[in-house]
């Protein structure tokens, strides 16, 4: 894998750490994302693209709320970014921030590729179930 032979070279090489974590995300191994994002920060500072790893391997190692402070940050720095706003609406919603989900989901603009128009619309339909939910418990 030449992301690990890169950071055998130098362990500081923000991004190759970063792409390294993107595909730990992807192979379903959190807890080392979190390890390789959090090199990637030290080594690259706050940029959004780190942020948006770092804020996935909060999400998917169960801390939502840690997620969505992340997240949240990574909007701000690029706003126009779609996909950046349907994690933070993903990483609310864990959260229990139902609200706060619902207006990332509003505020995203853009064009979106197929898989944001089927994450979006999926966003969408969990939404909506929470609030069925929240409506009868009331």
Do not use: F
């Not at 950071?7 to 923000?14: K, W």
């Not at 992340?70 to 701000?76: F, G, K, M, Q, Y």
């Not at 690029?78 to 989901?105: F, H, K, W």
């Amino acid at each position: 894998d030449e992301y690990r032979r890169a950071l055998e070279r130098d362990p500081h090489y923000g991004v190759a750490a970063n792409n390294l974590a993107w595909l730990e995300l992807e192979r379903g191994d959190a807890e080392s994302a979190y390890r390789l994002a959090l090199t990637a920060r030290d080594a690259m500072g706050e940029r959004p693209e780190v942020l948006h790893t770092l804020g996935l391997a909060y999400l998917r190692k169960g801390q939502p709320d840690k997620a969505a402070e992340v997240l949240d940050t990574c909007v701000r720095r690029a706003p126009a970014r779609t996909r950046y706003r349907l994690d933070l609406a993903e990483a609310l919603l864990e959260a229990g921030q139902l609200r706060e989900s619902e207006r990332a989901m509003a505020a995203m603009t853009g064009a979106l590729d197929g898989e944001a128009i089927s994450r979006r619309e999926a966003m969408r339909r969990r939404i909506a179930d929470q609030r069925a939910q929240e409506a009868r418990a009331h």
